[in-house]
């Protein structure tokens, strides 16, 4: 009968002396988390959150004294030059969204919709726009369709006209620059929510007996509208922040990027810092819709879709127009990857008066071996965008190992931080490291980085990490707690877990990061002009240079090379993300 | 080989206690039991004992050691998750290996052990398999395989048949059952399936929203309920509210409304007359048309169930419904729905609850 009414036969209810060594084993098991994660915070508020704040306060500074000038410069009316150039900003960014929603839309519809010969690959090859970095693909544009490129030219002696019909500059060029590559985002968003697409949801409503147009207006716009408005805000978004084009087209067509830059040429740094708060904030309101609005649609994520149904066309006549039109939208598309492969193969001063290129040869990619000026450029490129990506791998384990399973007070706080640099175009973020790393400071060990060969691959660091954590976040995420736990309870240390258990598992998705994270460091312009020194010119600079010496074909070498790299990279990505491996590379 | 002590233990995730001053003793080379429904800390409790977790208040004692804070790759526990947890890109001989490397044991060594502990699990032969490439009852033995292969001193198993087929795990359960007296290892089990419990525990501790219950051995968890949430969760009991209207030596007299009934006095202070009580009767013991017809009550067959060896009556008396579970081939099987009987039970068999809860 022993037991019975007595819920809590107790066992020794008075504590053990605790054993000596207690009160650091505690410490140990409970702080251990807060250790890596006060690392991690401080690696990000020296690197991010400091230069942020300088450059905030910086802006409410003039000539060393606080003050609002800055900012009533920048909305002054009588010298409204940096309110154009806001204006001009949003105006295109508006512009670019509309464009890009109607081509992405319509050619997601489309594929999605008919199954014809060769609509599969057609489908694929939509995305060859993102194998381009920014810079290249302005090169390119400005020799396809330019002042004296090649598509002005054949209808000039088409049409036997005295000079080209048009040339690419200004508003217009930076807005077909813009669609060609960001209507993508519209593409692959629109694509992927029409694959989850329920298409019984429009049989339901027919038998309801709504009409075709009430069920477009009341059940498939508003299921495809979550896509539309993310891809909206996104391609907003890098329009705002888009550099390359309006560097190279503007004239004086000026964006307000474009105002960072020259204030920052003029030495006026306080206005420059304004110009970046407020660029800044844009982009910044941007994304917390962007979250915020996709935090309050989930559900139309949840559905698990049938998929638009694909229709086959089987008219004869049709299947070829249909076949037709993917054959000439496929090579529109790779337009530009193909001139950028002409002009590297043609040699140095043989294609002077005529339309088309008279000679083809491979003497520029030897060029690439002998030639210091050509090969530097790549070899520096690599160096640094090598660096930042070790870096970057180092830190995504530790920071995403804290997002995805650490247990601690600020983790949204540390999800918040991590993302920021992604929000934050280029020039922000360059702008804001001259003025913090302009003087000695504890964290950069007492020395001024600005001016030395570590601002860029710095640079790279804060710009593209946020890539690797979301990739490496990813794969952790998959990665079940309790395969860590019975190793340690297995007896392994939590450097055996690491390397036997942790590694092996989220490696591909660590590798697909740091891959991307480097080809991006590797093409990257914005940052690059705004950094770079006679010793560390990376290949973007290398670019810029051959074309004011006129080596367009050098210059074109230089963007095959990153071309290639970044197809490369898509292919290994895609094997190991599937389809993700398109959207992180944005 | 280990013996085990929580004291005061808790632990809070945020607003939740998910244990609550529990202190409980397990003894070397028994197969302990924590029982209770979902989310009522087992398995807090479990991972506290294994490390994963750290306590906010108590302490953990093995063999008299202080354990409470000790890095969970430094206790000697071996564990079975209850998804089993095997390391994907391993195959079975690396995962049953890993423990053992990991403590850097010789080569040659590390082969003998995990040929041996796949043999205990019955799996020489699958070395070469991925986790992938197994059945579920297959992985879970693979999984507990790979906890004893480090010869830890206490097992800890969460609802380790919690993922097999009904088949599955009857046989699964007799085979821990086995292999636990065979190693004579303290073993922890968690579940929230009392029959499981019942028959593989030496001992069990049922724990209710973080706090315990009652300890004992399955007889007495059964026989002896100490609340009435225990008597519920164990089994399909009749639990009756009344009044104490007499107490009589070893008896207490209790006015259920419909009828009185004399029940055992409990260890502790009887209650006082007049305080509302709940008792509780198991169905076995109600006998319709006993011999001994001094304690009952009068009730009508409400439903016969006829359930192989056993047959279920469900009686009402007034507004409280009665079920009695009697052997098919008796007489009282025979009853049918309409009829009146007169329930009897043993006074030693009608227990009164603590109404602690
Ligand atoms: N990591 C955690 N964070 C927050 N709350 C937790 C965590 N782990 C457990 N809890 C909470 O603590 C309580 C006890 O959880 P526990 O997992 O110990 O229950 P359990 O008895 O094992 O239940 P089950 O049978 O469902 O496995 C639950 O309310 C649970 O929600
Ligand atoms: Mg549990």
Redesign the interface.
């Given at each position: 009968?022993?037991?019975?009414?007595?819920?809590?036969?107790?066992?020794?209810?008075?504590?053990?002396?605790?054993?000596s060594g207690?009160t650091w084993?505690?410490f140990?098991?409970?702080g251990r988390t807060y250790l890596l994660a006060a690392v991690v915070f401080a690696v990000l508020l020296s690197c991010i959150g400091y230069p942020l704040l300088q450059t905030v306060l910086l802006s409410f500074t003039r000539d060393g004294q606080p003050s609002l000038a800055n900012y009533r410069d920048f909305f002054s009316l009588s010298r409204p030059v940096n309110l154009q150039a806001l204006g001009n900003s949003l105006y295109l960014s508006v512009v670019t969204v509309v464009l890009c929603a109607a081509v992405g839309a319509a050619l997601a519809l489309f594929y999605h919709r008919y199954r014809f010969p060769g609509s599969q690959l057609f489908s694929t090859l939509v995305i060859t726009p993102i194998v381009f970095p920014p810079l290249v693909s302005v090169v390119s544009y400005m020799w396809l369709f330019g002042e004296g490129g090649v598509v002005p030219g054949l209808i000039r002696d088409i049409f036997g006209l005295s000079k080209p019909p048009f040339g690419l500059s200004g508003f217009g060029g930076i807005l077909l620059i813009h669609v060609y590559t960001q209507f993508i985002y519209f593409y692959l968003l629109v694509s992927a929510a029409l694959a989850r697409f329920d298409h019984s949801l429009e049989e339901a409503a027919y038998v309801l007996g709504a009409s075709r147009w009430y069920t477009l207006r009341r059940v498939t716009v508003p299921l495809l509208l979550p896509a539309f408005v993310a891809a909206s805000l996104i391609v907003f978004m890098v329009s705002m922040s888009s550099f390359a084009a309006p560097y190279m087209l503007g004239g004086r067509f000026r964006v307000l990027s474009m105002q960072i830059f020259v204030s920052k040429l003029n030495g006026d740094m306080d206005m420059a810092a304004a110009q970046a708060v407020i660029l800044g904030m844009i982009c910044i309101l941007v994304v917390l819709a962007l979250r915020a609005y996709e935090g309050r649609s989930q559900y139309t994520f949840a559905g698990k879709g049938l998929g638009i149904r694909a229709v086959p066309i089987t008219r004869g006549s049709a299947r070829h127009l249909a076949f037709l039109g993917g054959v000439l939208l496929s090579l529109v598309l790779m337009l530009p990857h193909i001139m950028l492969v002409i002009i590297a193969l043609v040699p140095q001063g043989t294609w002077t008066w005529q339309t088309l290129p008279p000679v083809l040869a491979f003497d520029n990619f030897r060029f690439l071996f002998t030639r210091p000026d050509l090969w530097l450029p790549v070899r520096n490129s690599v160096l640094m965008a090598g660096i930042a990506t070790v870096a970057g791998v180092i830190f995504a384990l530790v920071a995403s190992y804290l997002l995805t399973k650490g247990r601690f007070r600020g983790r949204g706080l540390l999800d918040a931080l991590v993302m920021v640099p992604w929000a934050l175009p280029g020039t922000i973020i360059a702008i804001s490291m001259i003025i913090a790393f302009n003087r000695p400071l504890p964290t950069t060990f007492g020395k001024v980085l600005v001016g030395t060969v570590w601002m860029l691959p710095l640079a790279y660091f804060i710009n593209f990490m946020p890539l690797i954590v979301r990739a490496t976040s990813a794969s952790l995420q998959q990665l079940?707690n309790?395969?860590i736990?019975?190793?340690?309870?297995?007896?392994?240390?939590?450097f055996?877990?690491f390397r036997?258990?942790i590694l092996?598992?989220v490696m591909p998705g660590v590798l697909s990061g740091a891959l991307l994270m480097f080809v991006q460091a590797f093409g990257e312009f914005t940052m690059s002009i705004l950094l770079y020194v006679v010793d560390n010119r990376p290949i973007s600079i290398g670019i810029l240079e051959r074309m004011q010496f006129f080596e367009l074909g050098e210059a074109a070498v230089l963007g095959v090379l990153q071309v290639v790299l970044m197809m490369i990279v898509l292919i290994i990505t895609r094997r190991y993300l599937g389809a993700r491996a398109t959207q992180a590379f944005f | 080989m280990a013996h085990i002590q929580l004291i005061g233990l808790s632990k809070r995730f945020g607003p939740v206690t998910a244990v609550d001053r529990v202190s409980l003793e397990i003894h070397d080379g028994e197969f302990f039991t924590l029982l209770g429904p979902s989310g009522c800390g087992k398995t807090t409790t479990l991972r506290a004992i294994a490390g994963l977790e750290t306590p906010d208040e108590g302490q953990i004692v093995v063999d008299g050691k202080d354990i409470t804070y000790l890095p969970a790759n430094r206790r000697r526990v071996g564990m079975v998750f209850q998804n089993y947890a095997l390391f994907p890109h391993m195959n079975v001989f690396e995962n049953v290996a890993f423990g053992l490397r990991a403590r850097g044991e010789p080569a040659q060594e590390i082969a003998h052990r995990v040929r041996q502990s796949l043999a205990l699990v019955r799996l020489d032969g699958f070395a070469d398999r991925k986790p992938g490439q197994l059945s579920g009852g297959q992985q879970q033995r693979v999984a507990l395989a790979r906890a004893l292969a480090c010869r830890p001193e206490i097992l800890l198993l969460d609802e380790p048949l919690s993922n097999l087929d009904a088949k599955l795990r009857e046989e699964t359960r007799t085979e821990i059952q086995r292999l636990q007296k065979e190693s004579g290892i303290t073993t922890v089990y968690v579940t929230h399936d009392q029959s499981e419990a019942l028959a593989l525990s030496d001992r069990i501790a049922v724990m209710n929203n973080g706090r315990l219950e009652q300890v004992g051995t399955p007889a007495e968890i059964y026989g002896k309920p100490a609340t009435a949430f225990v008597a519920r969760f164990i089994g399909q009991v009749n639990v009756l509210a009344g009044t104490v209207q007499a107490v009589e030596g070893s008896r207490v007299l209790v006015d259920l409304g419909v009828g009185r009934l004399w029940a055992e006095r409990p260890r502790s202070d009887p209650p006082p007359v007049g305080k509302t009580v709940q008792v509780c009767i198991h169905p076995e013991n109600l006998e319709p048309a006993g011999a001994d017809s001094s304690n009952g009550l009068e009730a009508q067959v409400e439903l016969v169930q006829f359930n192989g060896v056993t047959t279920l009556l469900r009686f009402r008396a007034g507004a409280v419904t009665l079920e009695a579970i009697v052997l098919s081939r008796s007489p009282a099987a025979g009853l049918r729905r309409g009829m009146s009987a007169r329930l009897t039970v043993a006074p030693e068999h009608v227990l009164i609850l603590d109404d602690a809860s």
């Open positions: 009968m022993a037991g019975l009414n007595d819920p809590q036969p107790q066992a020794e209810t008075r504590g053990l002396p605790r054993p207690q084993s505690k140990w098991a409970v079940d309790s395969l736990e019975s190793a340690l309870t297995l007896g392994a240390s939590w055996t877990v036997r258990v092996p598992i | -």
